[in-house]
């Protein structure tokens, strides 16, 4: 099974920062790598897919790179509703592992 | 637009059975592979199973195998998820979430690209 490891687990931030979070696979997984957001009491958003595809609505202040093994998620400048807790997830294989998650705080 | 929805959710005892249903709409639902995710409270998400659109494969989280059922039925747009000899570690919200292979053209390789709100299974006597 493949394992992701996202770091950091938890961040705190301020509105207008940029931000990292990043996800490794404990083997390669091309590009079948994507990030979702999750809000309190809500069910998970898509927001990248391929590694670095936005999905579509979700604004351009959100990328993403990588491939392989080691992947980011960037967010340019944080807007309020950005806080959150986002995991990636590899979709090359099955189980579909996610990683632990980070939670995206406000500083 | 896509609109998931999760019901069958609740209190049940350990070693008991419990079936989840979701009702799609909004998109053609033969069309698609589904998936049960769960997140335990205060924990991340976890794959439960996944069926391929024309029900002629269905996978399993070694977590649940040998317990868990998924299934479909096209003609009622609708997904199950068969739960047997639960456990408290079963515990979760159970969400619904479409294959979006209309996004990569990969099935079962693919984001899952749309969800349901999600139901609260808890276990416990």
């Known amino acids: 099974d493949i394992q992701m490891t996202q770091s950091p687990s938890s961040l705190s931030a301020s509105v207008g920062d940029r931000v990292t979070i990043a996800c490794r696979a404990s083997?390669?997984?091309?590009?079948?790598l994507n990030w979702y957001q999750q809000k309190p009491g809500k069910a998970p958003k898509l927001l990248i897919y391929s590694a670095s595809r936005l999905e579509s609505g979700v604004p351009s202040r959100f990328s993403g790179s990588g491939s392989g093994t080691h992947f980011t998620l960037i967010i340019s400048s944080l807007e309020p509703e950005d806080f959150a807790d986002y995991y990636c997830?590899?979709?090359?294989?099955?189980?579909?592992?996610f990683g632990q998650g980070t939670k995206l705080e406000i500083k | 637009q896509v609109q998931l929805e999760e019901s069958g959710g609740g209190v049940v005892q350990p070693g008991k059975s419990l079936r989840l249903s979701c009702a799609a709409s909004?998109?053609?639902?033969?069309?698609?592979?589904m998936h049960w995710v769960r997140q335990a409270p205060g924990k991340g998400l976890q794959w439960v199973a996944f069926i391929s659109y024309d029900d002629r494969e269905r996978y399993y989280a070694d977590s649940v195998k040998g317990r868990v059922t998924i299934s479909r039925d096209n003609s009622k747009n609708a997904l199950y998820l068969e739960m047997t000899s639960l456990r408290a570690d079963d515990t979760a919200v159970y969400y619904c979430?479409?294959?979006?292979?209309?996004?990569?053209?990969?099935?079962?390789?693919?984001?899952?690209?749309?969800w349901g709100q999600g139901v609260l299974v808890i276990v416990s006597s």
């Open positions: 997830q590899q979709s090359q294989s099955r189980p579909y592992s």
């Open positions: 979430a479409r294959d979006g292979f209309r996004l990569t053209l990969v099935r079962g390789a693919a984001p899952f690209d749309s």
């Open positions: 909004g998109f053609f639902f033969g069309n698609y592979g």
């Open positions: 083997q390669g997984i091309s590009s079948y």
